[in-house]
């Protein structure tokens, strides 16, 4: 047998060899089939509310599932921010989702969300119990509805107040109850304890918000806030407070 034939004849089989390999993983692919399900980074949306949305039952064959169908399908769900939909075979198929935090209330004739980015997000019925600030003050012309994102530059300062606000402290971030919108967009907030109001102004949010922090904890946590007025952080470096007077004092900022 010549060298030519011999080589042809070694290609050949080796062809062959590769088109058996294909097949038989063609026909193992086919053969997969969905025994398990995991959805995780989930904690506000119930998994059963997902595995609804996904449409994925065991049984299905998991080369005819097509993940991007999913993803869009559990991107529908107004808390879900983000999904990563993979197979992790042989019979498992992995729904990953990051969620849509609610960092504030808003009342339009019905109590709804909005998270640090502005979208409006329906009151869930969920496991997590939320303690929220309301935003209020909200211009009458700012369109809100679910799933709507409010760019409202009043509304976008209030949420970079109340997000700093958990940086700074979450214990800060719990103690505002109230952020309201004042006609001409400065910031007034309410605290949790006796609804002292905060003249907060606009921008230098973590400043001003580093220096209320400090002065609650140093100052009013000792005094008690029930003779407190006001709070006063517009000003660069200084924190003006006034004072209900006792019996016999004058008023003291």
């Known amino acids: 047998m ?12 080796l062809l062959g060899v ?38 994925v039952t065991k049984g299905m064959r998991m ?15 107004h808390f879900i921010k983000d999904v990563v939909v993979a197979r992790d075979l042989p019979v498992t198929l992995k729904i990953s989702v990051v969620e849509r935090s609610p960092i504030a209330m808003i009342n339009r004739g019905e109590i709804l969300y909005l998270d ?31 799933g709507i994102q409010l760019r409202h530059p009043s509304v976008q300062e209030a949420l970079n107040v109340l997000s700093a606000a958990k940086l700074v402290n979450k214990q800060l971030y719990h103690l ?13 907030l309410y605290s ?11 921008g230098n949010v973590v400043s001003k918000l580093a220096r209320l922090d400090a002065f609650w904890n140093a100052v009013v946590r000792e005094r008690g806030p029930q003779r407190l007025q006001y709070i006063d952080v517009r000003f660069e470096e200084q924190v003006v407070v006034r004072w209900m007077p006792e019996r016999g004092q004058s008023k003291s900022s």
């Open 2 to 13: 010549s060298e030519y034939r011999s080589k042809k004849l070694w290609l050949l089989t």
């Open 18 to 55: 590769l088109i058996a390999l294909v097949a038989a993983a063609n026909m193992w692919k086919s053969s997969l089939k969905v025994k398990r399900v995991i959805v995780e980074g989930n904690r506000i949306v119930d998994i059963n509310e997902i595995l609804q949305l996904a449409h």
């Open 63 to 77: 080369y005819e599932i097509d993940l991007m169908v999913i993803q869009k399908d559990v991107l529908s769900h």
């Open 116 to 146: 640090e980015d502005g979208f409006v997000l329906p009151h869930s019925v969920s496991r997590e119990v939320f303690d929220l600030p309301i935003i209020t003050g909200v211009p009458a012309s700012v369109k809100v509805g679910t």
């Open 176 to 188: 505002i109850s109230e952020v309201s919108i004042r006609p001409g967009g400065e910031l007034i």
């Open 192 to 202: 949790a304890e006796e609804g002292i109001p905060v003249l907060f102004g606009r």
